[in-house]
């Protein structure tokens, strides 16, 4: 699972309308996906949303929140049927 790495521009201190993710309905994906997100926050992304700045910052809450608003985008690895190609 990969989420998308490339950040918006951001011009005039705004940053553009980016398009909407399709939504997620599993909650199992749900957590994968805002912990992909809260790493790369951690290392040095830029958030999608507004923070606060009385607020204490928590990667993982930021995540959650870009997820659920789908400002991120994510992709899955094609299905494999159990046993593989050797079932016939």
Do not use: H, W
């Amino acid at each position: 699972m990969t989420t998308d790495a490339i950040e918006p521009p951001i011009v005039n201190g705004e940053s553009p309308e980016t398009p909407k993710a399709s939504p997620i309905e599993s909650r199992f994906l749900f957590v994968d996906v805002a912990a992909q997100r809260a790493k790369q926050l951690r290392r040095g992304a830029r958030p999608r949303v507004p923070l606060t700045a009385d607020v204490p910052v928590k990667y993982e809450r930021v995540a959650m929140g870009e997820v659920l608003e789908q400002l991120i985008e994510y992709s899955l690895p094609p299905f494999k049927a159990p046993g593989g190609a050797a079932n016939q």
